[in-house]
């Protein structure tokens, strides 16, 4: 059975920084894109970012791009969202999720971020 | 990059169908044959329903179908279940090498 377990969220503190992990199960975690998708209390989702099968390629939503990294350890089966700068519009529940460069087909229960003083 | 525009609400009654649009641009819905279907229940992941606008994986009934005309994609349930009830979002792979999801539809099963 496939497994993707979000961890590391928390309240913080805007201007700080959190580090999400997202450790996979019961696939070939190198075969696979991964992605970041975040979703506001009570709206939509919302596509954050993704990393290439061996970590080579990365891509960010604008909102994003220069505050937020992601980045993967194969041997380790275990994705990552490093956030700095965090914002209060940065608050959201984050999934990890896997598939291809353009849709993902297992996707974890997602952990709660939220940035408030 | 702005967020592909869905219906907030459709509706049907059990046994009807219905179908959810889509509306991109040429810059995405339209560029690309990478459009995909989620469908999400009230406090639980999302589960890929559609992608590559019309196959389903495994497991998917074949109720639900994708198509994609111009810049909208749609999401057509047929013989709607009680089960059907849930939000469902579009996505699509843009000119920039991102995805971009739309806002969501909330689908009522009468």
């Known amino acids: 059975e496939v497994q993707l377990v979000e961890s590391g969220g928390g309240l913080v503190q805007p201007g700080g920084s959190l580090r999400l992990s997202c450790s996979a199960s019961?696939?070939?975690?190198?075969?696979?894109?991964m992605h970041w998708v975040r979703q506001l209390p009570g709206k939509g989702l919302v596509w954050v970012s993704r990393i290439n099968s061996d970590g080579s390629g990365t891509s960010y939503a604008d909102s994003v791009k220069g505050r937020y990294t992601i980045s993967r350890d194969n041997a380790k089966n275990t994705l990552y969202l490093q956030m700095n700068s965090l914002r209060a519009e940065d608050t959201a529940v984050y999934y990890c999720?896997?598939?291809?460069?353009?849709?993902?087909?297992?996707w974890g229960q997602g952990t709660l971020v939220t940035v408030s003083s | 990059q702005s967020a592909l525009t869905q219906p907030p609400s459709a509706s049907g009654s059990p046994g009807q169908s219905v179908t959810i649009s889509c509306t991109g641009t040429s810059s995405d819905v339209g560029g690309y044959n990478y459009v995909s279907w989620y469908q999400q229940h009230p406090g639980k992941a999302p589960k890929l329903m559609i992608y590559d606008v019309n196959k389903r994986p495994s497991g998917v009934p074949d109720r639900f179908s994708g198509s994609k005309s111009g810049n909208t994609a749609s999401l057509t349930v047929s013989g709607l279940q009680a089960e059907d009830e849930a939000d469902y979002y579009c996505?699509?792979?843009?000119?920039?090498?991102?995805?971009?999801f739309g806002g969501g539809t909330k689908l009522t099963v009468l």
């Open positions: 996505s699509s792979f843009t000119g920039s090498h991102n995805l971009v």
């Open positions: 019961g696939l070939t975690f190198s075969s696979y894109w």
């Open positions: 999720a896997c598939g291809t460069s353009t849709w993902s087909n297992y």
